[in-house]
């Protein structure tokens, strides 16, 4: 199987997002089938994990160390620091560095492991200079604590004043068929630093996937519920585009899901794709894309039917947008 660089890692073009399988959308799966999802990813070839400490707030990292321990040396590990459960048990964003240190020592002792191969840094915090928490991740690299340094969600000139300070291996924002942003500045930085450009929600929190037509039916704890494009109106209006989608799907003989997946990896040879399930036929599913090619002429037909201008509903609400440092499409 061909492989794309990350930082100093090679690993496989789609690797596996963890954070459904401890929260996100609506009840996780049980510890024994999360247990079967992981090990069944690495059986099929997925070589990089992705976790954070914020997924389950830290139960993700904890899932992982307990059921791959013994396999640490079949993957790539990533997670993320600077946004976590604090104590008072809300969700901070705290990019400080004796902050990003503490939140390291957690990692470690819950992935139960020496090294995390590929740490980032999930939100830059507005109140600390980038150049701060690069430089407490610079230090956790030299103490050995972690091999090579990520950024989540950042702009172009941010990913730039980081670079400076420590080669950065990986960005990792949300890119898709449906989100575009990336496009506008970050992708061209990344090729130009030579950081690996990881997408997120790469298969639209399931939009792209053309199996959830009834949003009224998420549970309570599901987070799209908070997500103007999941909203019922602008996800009516979504839903008609796939229907086009999928015809080229059907032209390309794939899912809609491997197409997605195909166009991400087939916009770059610097892109890794992580999508997320709970379910092994899916995961299978979604790694075959690996193998993929998308003809020339669905490329075009792809940007033509689905893109910033098409789409309906803004990709996060007001406050969590407030949170986000990437250039975005009016
Ligand atoms: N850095 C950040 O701020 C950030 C933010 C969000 C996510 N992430 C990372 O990105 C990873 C992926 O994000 P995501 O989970 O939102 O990704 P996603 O892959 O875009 O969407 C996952 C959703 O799609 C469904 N799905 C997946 N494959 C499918 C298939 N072949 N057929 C039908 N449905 C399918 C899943 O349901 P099933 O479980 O039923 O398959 C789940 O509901 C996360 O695990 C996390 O590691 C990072």
Same mark, same amino acid.
């Given at each position: 199987?061909?492989?794309?660089?990350?930082?100093?890692?090679?690993?496989?073009?789609?690797?596996?997002?963890?954070?459904?399988?401890?929260?996100?959308?609506?009840?996780?799966?049980?510890?024994?089938?999360?247990?079967?999802?992981?090990?069944?990813?690495?059986?099929?070839?997925?070589?990089?994990?992705?976790?954070?400490?914020?997924?389950?707030?830290?139960?993700?990292?904890?899932?992982?160390?307990?059921?791959?321990?013994?396999?640490?040396?079949?993957?790539?590990?990533?997670?993320?620091?600077?946004?976590?459960?604090?104590?008072?048990?809300?969700?901070? +964003?705290?990019?400080?560095?004796?902050?990003?240190?503490?939140?390291?020592?957690?990692?470690?002792?819950?992935?139960?492991?020496?090294?995390?191969?590929?740490?980032?840094?999930?939100?830059?915090?507005?109140?600390?200079?980038?150049?701060?928490?690069?430089?407490?991740?610079?230090?956790?690299?030299?103490?050995?604590? +972690?091999?090579?340094?990520?950024?989540?969600?950042?702009?172009?000139?941010?990913?730039?004043?980081?670079?400076?300070?420590?080669? +950065?291996?990986?960005?990792?924002?949300?890119?898709?068929?449906?989100?575009?942003?990336?496009?506008?500045?970050?992708?061209?930085?990344?090729?130009?630093?030579?950081?690996?450009?990881?997408?997120?929600?790469?298969?639209?929190?399931?939009?792209?996937?053309?199996?959830?037509?009834?949003?009224?039916?998420?549970?309570?704890?599901?987070?799209?519920?908070?997500?103007?494009?999941?909203?019922?109106?602008?996800?009516?209006?979504?839903?008609?585009?796939?229907?086009?989608?999928?015809?080229?799907?059907?032209?390309?003989?794939?899912?809609?899901?491997?197409?997605?997946?195909?166009?991400?990896?087939?916009?770059?040879?610097?892109?890794?794709?992580?999508?997320?399930?709970?379910?092994?036929?899916?995961?299978?599913?979604?790694?075959?894309?690996?193998?993929?090619?998308?003809?020339?002429?669905?490329?075009?037909?792809?940007?033509?039917? +689905?893109?910033?201008?098409?789409?309906?509903?803004?990709?996060?609400?007001?406050?969590?947008?407030?949170?986000?440092?990437?250039?975005?499409?009016?």
């Amino acid at each position: 199987m061909n492989t794309r660089k990350l930082g100093s890692f090679e690993c496989s073009p789609i690797g596996l997002g963890c954070m459904s399988l401890s929260h996100a959308y609506g009840t996780p799966p049980s510890e024994k089938e999360a247990e079967l999802v992981l090990l069944q990813a690495l059986d099929l070839g997925y070589s990089m994990l992705d976790t954070a400490a914020l997924y389950g707030f830290g139960n993700n990292e904890s899932l992982l160390g307990k059921v791959l321990k013994g396999r640490r040396n079949d993957f790539v590990l990533a997670s993320k620091c600077g946004m976590f459960k604090n104590d008072a048990g809300v969700r901070e +964003i705290n990019g400080r560095p004796e902050m990003i240190k503490k939140t390291c020592e957690d990692s470690l002792r819950r992935l139960q492991t020496d090294v995390i191969d590929l740490y980032y840094l999930h939100r830059w915090d507005r109140n600390v200079p980038i150049e701060e928490s690069v430089g407490a991740l610079s230090d956790l690299v030299v103490e050995g604590k +972690i091999r090579e340094v990520g950024l989540s969600e950042v702009s172009a000139d941010t990913l730039r004043k980081a670079h400076k300070v420590h080669p +950065i291996a990986a960005v990792q924002t949300e890119y898709s068929l449906w989100t575009r942003n990336a496009e506008i500045a970050v992708l061209d930085t990344c090729r130009e630093l030579g950081t690996a450009f990881v997408a997120f929600s790469p298969l639209a929190r399931a939009f792209l996937t053309g199996k959830l037509r009834d949003v009224s039916l998420f549970e309570e704890k599901d987070i799209r519920r908070g997500m103007p494009r999941f909203h019922a109106e602008n996800y009516a209006a979504n839903l008609l585009l796939l229907s086009r989608v999928e015809e080229v799907a059907e032209a390309e003989d794939m899912t809609l899901a491997q197409l997605s997946l195909a166009w991400l990896l087939g916009r770059d040879e610097n892109i890794v794709a992580i999508p997320g399930t709970t379910n092994l036929e899916h995961l299978k599913e979604n790694f075959s894309a690996v193998d993929r090619q998308l003809s020339a002429e669905a490329f075009e037909q792809l940007d033509q039917l +689905i893109n910033q201008n098409t789409v309906v509903g803004t990709r996060y609400n007001p406050a969590t947008q407030a949170e986000i440092d990437t250039e975005e499409f009016a």
